[in-house]
C-alpha cells in the first residue's frame, strides 16, 4: 500500500468481504440482558516516515507493513498495561504493544496457532478488539476465539484457552478501575496455560515497545462481534464464540449443582450478587438463575455497561456500598457477593458481617475436601500472597500440606499450580482461586462459600436455624485464632512523593536491627521481600517492605502496579489473636496500635500530604 498513513476507519472497515472470505453466523439467545452501546470513536493506525509496505502473505490475505515508532510508557505491571483511555488512543499506542507481544513470542507460540480475546465490557474495548484481531491476523495467527460482543471474563478467558488448547490470549481489561472515556483501559497477553505472562515475557515485551519499527496488520474489515459463528478470511478465521459455555460447564466440573440447587431453592435462603455493571453480569443469570434456580431479583447491577453505570467496579466495602448497606440492613439476606470489572475478584459476606479476603481464602481451604467435589482428594498445596494475612499458614500446617508464599501478581502461583503443587490460593486484594484455571476467580470464590454453606446445611430441616457465614468465620477463629488484619490504600498519590517515602523505609530498614522496639512491640526483622521460584528458580525482588515483629504482627509496604495515573500507597497491617473472647472485636480497633505505628514510621503523612486513606479495607 503505496499511503502515508493507514486508518482503520478509511481502510479497514471499507474492505467489503471478498470471494477469499466466508461467513457462518447464527443469532442466539443473547449471553446479556441486554447489548453494552457502542459509543468509542474510531482510532486510526497511522505510518511513521516510511510509506506502507505489502508483506508476504498468508493464503487470502493481504498484509500490510506499516512503519512505525517507540512510544514511552509501555512497561507492564503485575497485571498488564493500564493506562487512560486517552492515552491507548493516541498514535499507534495499542498497535505498538500488540506488536511488541508477536516480536517477543517465538512463531512457533502463535503462527497458525488459535489464540483467545475476551474483555470487561468496558469502553474502548470493541474497537480495540477489532485492532487486535488484525495485527493477529498479519503476524499469521490461524484463529482469533472472541467473547460474543468482545465480553468474556478474566477466569473465562483462562478456562477457554485450557479447554481449547490455545497458544494464548489477550485480555482487554483494566480489572477493578473505573471505566469510561476519561478513565482507565487495560491489556495483558496470557500463556497456552492460562496464566498471565511471567515477567520473563513481559520484560521482553517492554524491550520490544522501545524498538518497535512496523505493525503487521491484515487488510479485512470488522468482525461483526454482535452474533456467533465463524468467518473465515483466506487461511484466517474468526470465531465468535459464546463467553459463558465453557466456563460454566467447567464450574459444574468444580462444584456439586445440585447441592447448590438444594440450598438456593431453600425458602429459608437469601442471597444476593452484585456484578456492578461489569462482565460477570453476563455470567450471573446463567449459572445462579438459570442453572441453579435463583430467583432473577437476586441480581443485582447485572447489565454489563461501558462505563460500570459510572461507578469503580472494584468488590470492596468502599465502593460496593450498596451491597454492603443491603447486607448490614434489618432483614438482611442470609449471603451476599460481589465481583470486579472482569470478575477475578470478589466480597464474600453474611448477614451483617464482612469476610476478609485472607480469611476467605483460609476458610474455603480449611472446608474443599468436605464441601467442593473437585478437592475429593484434598488440596495438593496451598499458597497466598506476601501481604496477605497468615491465617492460610495455619490451616496449611493442621492439614500438613505445602505452603508458599509468594509476591503479589496471580502470575507467581501459575508455575506451582503447573507443577502439581499448588490447589488453593489467595490475596488480600479480594482475590481467590484454584488450580481450576490459570486466574484468580470471583465466581468461583461465590460458588464456593455458597457449597460450604450448601454442605454446612444439606441436613437442616425447614424451620431449624441455618448455618451462617457468621457461625462458619467464628468456628474457624475459633479452631485457628484469628488474624486480624487490615489494608490501607492512598490512591493517586504524586509518584515522585510516594518514591521517596519507599526510600525512606528502605534506609530505615536498613539500619534495623532485631529486638530492636518499636514502641509496645518488639522487631524479629525487617526486609525488602524477594521471592525464588521453587520450580524455575527466577526471583522477584524488592516485592515490599516488611517489618515483622516478635508477637507475629506484620507491618508491610507497597506501591501497587494496577493504577493507571500517580501511585497507590498501600499498607498492610496485621495481628494474630488466638484468644476466643477477643475474636469479637472491631478489626480496626483490635490494630490501632499498629496502625499509628505504620503511619508514624513511614512518615506518609509528612511525604504525601494525605490525611487519611482513600479505602479501608
Known sequence: MATSSLRLGSVLSSVKLSSSSSTTRSIPANVLSVPITRRTPRIGIKACSSPSTAIAEPEGLKITSIPTTPVEGQKTGTSGLRKKVKVFRERNYLANWIQAVFNSLSPEDYKNGVLVLGGDGRYFNREAAQIIIKIAAGNGVGKVLVGRDGIMSTPAVSAVIRKRKANGGFIMSASHNPGGPEYDWGIKFNYSSGQPAPESITDKIYGNTLSVSEIKLADIPDIDLACLGTTKFGSFTVDVIDPVSDYLELMENVFDFQLLKDLISRPDFRFIFDAMHAVTGAYAKPIFVDRLGASPDCISNGIPLEDFGHGHPDPNLTYAKDLVEKMYAENAPDFGAAS???????????????????????????????????????????????????????????????????????????????????????????????????????????????????????????????????????????????????????????????????????????????????????????????????????????????????????????????????????????????????????????????????????????FTGREKPTVIT
Request: charged residues 25%.
Open 340 to 606: 470486579d470489572g472482569d470478575g477475578d475478584r470478589n466480597m464474600i459476606l453474611g448477614r451483617g458481617f464482612f469476610i476478609t479476603p485472607s480469611d476467605s481464602v483460609a476458610i474455603i481451604a480449611a472446608n474443599a475436601q468436605a464441601a467442593i467435589p473437585y478437592f475429593k482428594n484434598g488440596p495438593k498445596g496451598l499458597a497466598r500472597s506476601m501481604p496477605t494475612s497468615g491465617a492460610l499458614d495455619l490451616v496449611a500446617a493442621k492439614l500438613k500440606l505445602p505452603f508458599f508464599e509468594v509476591p503479589t501478581g496471580w502470575k507467581f502461583f501459575g508455575n506451582l499450580m503447573d507443577a502439581g503443587k499448588l490447589s488453593v490460593c489467595g490475596e488480600e486484594s479480594f482475590g481467590t482461586g484454584s488450580d481450576h484455571v490459570r486466574e484468580k476467580d470471583g465466581i468461583w470464590a461465590v460458588l464456593a462459600w455458597l457449597s460450604i454453606l450448601a454442605y454446612r446445611n444439606k441436613d437442616k430441616k425447614m424451620g431449624e436455624k441455618l448455618i451462617s457465614v457468621e457461625d462458619i468465620a467464628m468456628e474457624h477463629w475459633a479452631t485457628y485464632g484469628r488474624n486480624f488484619f487490615s489494608r490501607y490504600d492512598y490512591e493517586e498519590c504524586e509518584s515522585g512523593a510516594a518514591n521517596q517515602m519507599v526510600e525512606h523505609l528502605r534506609d530505615l530498614i536498613s539500619k534495623s536491627k532485631p529486638e530492636q522496639k518499636y514502641g509496645n512491640y518488639t522487631l524479629q526483622f525487617a526486609d525488602d521481600f524477594s521471592y525464588t521460584d521453587p520450580v524455575d528458580g527466577s526471583v522477584a525482588s524488592k516485592q515490599g517492605l516488611r517489618f515483622v515483629f516478635t508477637d507475629g504482627s506484620r507491618i508491610i509496604f507497597r506501591l501497587s502496579g494496577t493504577g493507571s495515573a500517580g501511585a497507590t500507597i498501600r499498607v498492610y497491617i496485621e495481628q494474630f489473636e488466638p484468644d476466643v473472647s477477643k475474636h469479637k472485636i472491631d478489626a480496626q480497633t483490635a490494630l490501632k496500635p499498629l496502625i499509628e505505628l505504620a503511619l508514624t514510621i513511614s512518615k506518609l503523612k509528612e
